[in-house]
């Protein structure tokens, strides 16, 4: 029947809607963690374009800045 169509149609949707919710929401969830090593790390206008950069791709962290250098990296591994 027509009727049985039109729910059959909606609960495939639904289910497609709940599989796209899920899916960000995973993609949410995964977190991730990158090191890096510098042989050297210390000019001021590379930390405050490394920092600038950072923040805009809404990642955290810190940088220990010297020679050698390291910066950890933290946020949503789509960052």
Known sequence: TVEGE??????GERKK?????????????LH???WIWFIGFYTR???KAFVR?????GLTGFLMPGKPGVACLEGPESS
């Not at 599989?19 to 969830?29: F, R, S, Y």
């Not at 950069?53 to 791709?57: I, L, S």
Request: glycine share 4%.
């Open 6 to 11: 039109a729910a059959s149609s909606d609960d």
């Open 17 to 29: 809607t709940a599989k796209k919710k899920n899916a960000t929401i995973k993609e949410e969830l």
């Open 32 to 34: 991730m963690r990158q």
């Open 45 to 47: 206008k590379i930390i």
């Open 53 to 57: 950069c950072a923040g805009e791709k």
